[in-house]
C-alpha cells in the first residue's frame, strides 16, 4: 500500500482558505497519510496585497509556526513538517529572501518558490481573470517561464511549487511550449530544487496536474526530484487526488517520491 504525502497545504490564516492548522492535521490523519508539509503564504508587499487576502500577516509567522509545531507534537502516526511559500516577485527579489530568512529564523524547514504575479498582475486570481483579454498569451507564458527559472535557480526555494501555474484558466500558447519545458528542468537542476507535482489543477479550469506530462518528463529526465500536493485550501482538499499524482511520477519515470524534511533534505517514499 503506497505511503500518501501531502507537502502542499494552506489554512486560514492566508485570507482565502478555511481550516485551521489542527483542522488541516486532522483531515490528513482520517485519510491515514504518512506525512504533511504545512504551506502558508508568506507576506506579501502591501501594494499587491492590500486587503490581505493573499497571504498571511507578518504579524501571524510567529503564532502559525508555534501552532504546526504544537499539532506536530501532538499527533500520532502522522509527520508533520513545518514549511511556507513565498513568492518570487519581478524586480523585488531582494524582498523574497528577506522573507525567507525570517521565516527560517522562525524554524520554517520547507520553503515552497511559487510565480504568482508578473509585474503587478496576479495572473492566476480569478477576480483579474478578465486581465488576460489585455495580454498576450505567447509572451504571457515566455514571461512566465522566464520569472519561474530565475526563482528556481535563485537559491532561495526547497521547492518549486505547480510548476505551470500559468495554465490555470486553459491559456495555451500558440506555440510549441516544450523548449521552454527543457529551460525549466535545466533551471531547477541548476538550483537544487526540488519539483512539485500538484493536483490542484484538476480542480481549475485547466483540469489537469501541474506540470503538464511533458514538462514532468524533462524534469525526471534531468535528475530533478519531485514532491507531490493537493494545494488544500480546506480540510476536505488534503490528500486530494493524489494517486493521480504518483501515477503521473511513474509513467514520467521516477521510482519515488520526495517528501521534504528541512532545507535541501528530504525522505524517499516509493511510488
Do not use: N
Not at 37 to 56: F, G, K, N, R, Y
Not at 229 to 246: F, I, K, M, N, Q
Amino acid at each position: 500500500m503506497r505511503e500518501l504525502i501531502d507537502c502542499h497545504i494552506h489554512t486560514e490564516r492566508c485570507g482565502h482558505a478555511t481550516g485551521t492548522v489542527a483542522q488541516m492535521v486532522g483531515a490528513a490523519v482520517f485519510s491515514g497519510m504518512g506525512g504533511i508539509v504545512l504551506t502558508e503564504h508568506l507576506p506579501l508587499p502591501e501594494s499587491l496585497d492590500p486587503d490581505h487576502q493573499l497571504a498571511m500577516l507578518s504579524c501571524d509567522l510567529a503564532s502559525y509556526a508555534d501552532e504546526v509545531r504544537e499539532q506536530a507534537a501532538r499527533v500520532k502516526g502522522l509527520e508533520v513538517v513545518l514549511g511556507a511559500e513565498a513568492d518570487w516577485l519581478p524586480g523585488r527579489e531582494s524582498f523574497a529572501r528577506d522573507v525567507r530568512d525570517t521565516a527560517r529564523e522562525l524554524g520554517v524547514q520547507v520553503l515552497l518558490g511559487s510565480v504568482h504575479f508578473l509585474d503587478e498582475w496576479a495572473f492566476d486570481d480569478p477576480h483579474r481573470i478578465e486581465e488576460w483579454e489585455t495580454h498576450d498569451v505567447d509572451t504571457v507564458w515566455r514571461d512566465y517561464f522566464s520569472v519561474w527559472c530565475d526563482a528556481a535557480s535563485s537559491g532561495v526555494f526547497d521547492v518549486m511549487a505547480h510548476p505551470d501555474l500559468v495554465k490555470k484558466f486553459g491559456h495555451r500558447p500558440g506555440f510549441d511550449p516544450r523548449e521552454l519545458y527543457s529551460q525549466a528542468a535545466v533551471a531547477a537542476a541548476a538550483g537544487g530544487v526540488l519539483i512539485e507535482v500538484s493536483t490542484a489543477g484538476l480542480r481549475k479550469p485547466v483540469g489537469e496536474l501541474y506540470p503538464a506530462s511533458d514538462l514532468l518528463e524533462a524534469f525526471s529526465a534531468a535528475g530533478v526530484g519531485a514532491t507531490v500536493g493537493s494545494d488544500a485550501h480546506a480540510p476536505d482538499e488534503v490528500g486530494y487526488r493524489l494517486d493521480a499524482a504518483y501515477d503521473a511520477l511513474a509513467k514520467a519515470g521516477y521510482d519515488a517520491v520526495c517528501f521534504p524534511t528541512g532545507p535541501k533534505r528530504f525522505r524517499e517514499v516509493a511510488l
